[in-house]
T-cell receptor
Framework: SQQGEEDPQALSIQEGENATMNCSYK?????LQWYRQNSGRGLVHLIL?????REKHSGRLRVTLDTSKKSSSLLITASRAADTASYFC???????????FGKGITLSVRP | EAGVVQSPRYKIIEKKQPVAFWCNPI?????LYWYLQNLGQGPELLIR????????DSQLPKDRFSAERLKGVDSTLKIQPAELGDSAVYLC?????????????FGPGTRLTVL
């Protein structure tokens, strides 16, 4: 079963624009993580936000977490063609629970 | 530093044949994970090892799947016999600390096609 649900399923933007991706989940969590997967490659960890945090930044990435709404958003600013990939949110419910991934968002950045 | 290494990268077999995947985690990482990723889906955990002990294998179909992590380093995942529905990407990941809150680093995966 997959707890996280990303929205939209697919996103196409022009290089230089910002990309916003959303994730909703159903149960309380320990932390929420975002991963990127390029075609035919493994997943790359982007950023982790804990349940007691509301916002984190890493380079061009900004992630927010609203535990009252059970939702998170990932913002990629000034997008580049190299950002084209699938993006997954994953939630961890407890210290010894498993990381549960959503179905992913396909982001296409047009040069 | 080398990342998580998996082999083979691709495997094509006929149904009912056995198949094995190998994973070498990042040096020093205590926790190792095997995930299954179907097309258009996110990864789903099959088994998690802390050192050589399987601490979560509730999602592993034990009638045909088996895994081992001898000496707490490399790991192999085996399917015997393979079925058509096993066609997927099998991902291995590792993390430094025991417990599942640490960042996981993924290998490139093995794409299995069962004909």
């Amino acid at each position: 079963s997959q707890q996280g649900e990303e929205d939209p399923q697919a996103l196409s933007i022009q290089e230089g624009e910002n990309a916003t991706m959303n994730c909703s989940y159903k149960t309380s969590i320990n932390n929420l993580q975002w991963y990127r997967q390029n075609s035919g490659r493994g997943l790359v960890h982007l950023i982790l936000i804990r349940s007691n945090e509301r916002e984190k930044h890493s380079g061009r990435l900004r992630v927010t977490l609203d535990t009252s709404k059970k939702s998170s958003s990932l913002l990629i600013t000034a997008s580049r063609a190299a950002d084209t990939a699938s993006y997954f949110c994953a939630t961890l419910r407890g210290a010894n629970s498993k990381l549960t991934f959503g179905k992913g968002i396909t982001l296409s950045v047009r040069p | 530093e080398a990342g998580v290494v998996q082999s083979p990268r691709y495997k094509i077999i006929e149904k009912k044949q056995p198949v094995a995947f190998w994973c070498n985690p990042i040096s020093g990482h205590n926790t190792l994970y095997w995930y299954l990723q179907n097309l258009g889906q996110g990864p789903e955990l099959l088994i998690r090892y802390e050192n050589e002990e399987a601490v979560d294998d509730s999602q592993l179909p034990k009638d045909r799947f088996s895994a081992e992590r001898l000496k707490g380093v490399d790991s192999t995942l085996k399917i015997q016999p393979a079925e058509l529905g096993d066609s997927a990407v099998y991902l291995c990941a590792s993390s430094l600390d025991i417990g599942s809150t640490d960042t996981q680093y993924f290998g490139p995966g093995t794409r299995l096609t069962v004909l």
